[in-house]
């Protein structure tokens, strides 16, 4: 959607149609809390690369700790969640347009993975996953046609 002079049919937006769906009327603080409640297991944008040696997922999650991911492979599913807590002295904004909220992906992880040597790291608010391909799959193999 794009404000200025660009024109859109804003009756038609996500944001217009879920602001009409919320029964909020003109209370904006009632329409905040509908607007956090429909968002908040929002999940993240990912990248993910394939190279010869590995395949690579980088989630953008910024304003997290690393302490607040968890990463899990099980039946050649990738799960990755991030549990975020509240503070304890918790500000009241008079307004908040953002906030972190918690999040689960899964991918499905082809045969051709390593999944004992999968590594991770945090920086600069986006996750990098490195998923190492099995040593069976960097092989290359020439076919002969008969």
């Known amino acids: 959607m794009r404000f200025g002079t660009h024109r859109s049919n804003y009756s038609e ?23 956090q409640e429909m968002t908040r297991d929002s999940v993240p944008a990912v990248n993910i690369q394939d190279s010869e040696a590995n395949f690579t997922i980088e989630v ?41 909220a918690n999040f689960k992906r899964t991918f499905s992880l082809p045969e051709i993975v390593d999944s004992e040597h999968i590594t991770a790291k945090y ?3 986006i996750l990098y996953v490195a998923i190492p391909k099995s040593e069976k799959a960097k092989t290359s193999k020439s076919v002969n046609i008969d």
């Open 123 to 125: 920086v600069d608010g």
């Open 60 to 100: 953008a999650a910024p304003g997290l700790q690393k302490e607040d991911f968890k990463i899990e492979v099980k039946n050649h599913q990738l799960t990755i969640w991030a549990e975020v807590k509240p503070a304890e002295n918790a500000k009241k904004y008079s307004r908040q347009e953002f906030s972190f």
């Open 13 to 35: 937006s996500p944001f217009f149609k879920a602001w009409a769906n919320a029964n909020c009327g003109n209370d904006w603080q009632q329409w905040q809390n509908k607007w």
